[in-house]
């Protein structure tokens, strides 16, 4: 059974740095399109980055500031937030897809979320 359990949230300062880690078990997720999405309460869950064989991608909204990368030998994908500010408050999800697309209705398994808070 696919599994995927996120990592390395907390709380953290303005202009602060965190990397979230998501472990994958369970499937062979080398060709999977793998992603971090991000909600806040009362609002809808939104794209962040993604990352796939042709490509990383990203929201403008932390272009510039987060990296997303991934081990496949590891079987675990990362995203290394830097400059944080109050706005980047949420609780980030990972999310892996078989057929290889990046939106967020084409992940087919999620993790539970980890809680990033931003304190100024």
């Known amino acids: 059974q696919v599994q995927l359990v996120e990592s390395g949230g907390g709380l953290v300062q303005v202009g602060g740095s965190l990397r979230l880690s998501c472990a994958a078990s369970g499937g062979f997720f080398s060709n999977y399109a793998m992603g971090w999405f991000r909600q806040v309460p009362g609002k809808e869950r939104e794209f962040v980055a993604a990352?796939?064989?042709?490509?990383?991608y990203y929201a403008d909204s932390v272009r510039g500031r987060f990296s997303i990368s991934r081990d496949n030998v590891k079987n675990t994908m990362y995203l290394q937030m830097n400059s944080l500010t109050p706005e980047d408050t949420a609780v980030y999800y990972c999310a892996a897809g078989s057929r290889g697309l990046i939106a967020q209705n084409a992940m087919d398994y999620w993790g539970k979320g980890t809680l990033v808070t931003v304190s100024s």
């Open positions: 990352i796939r064989s042709s490509g990383r």
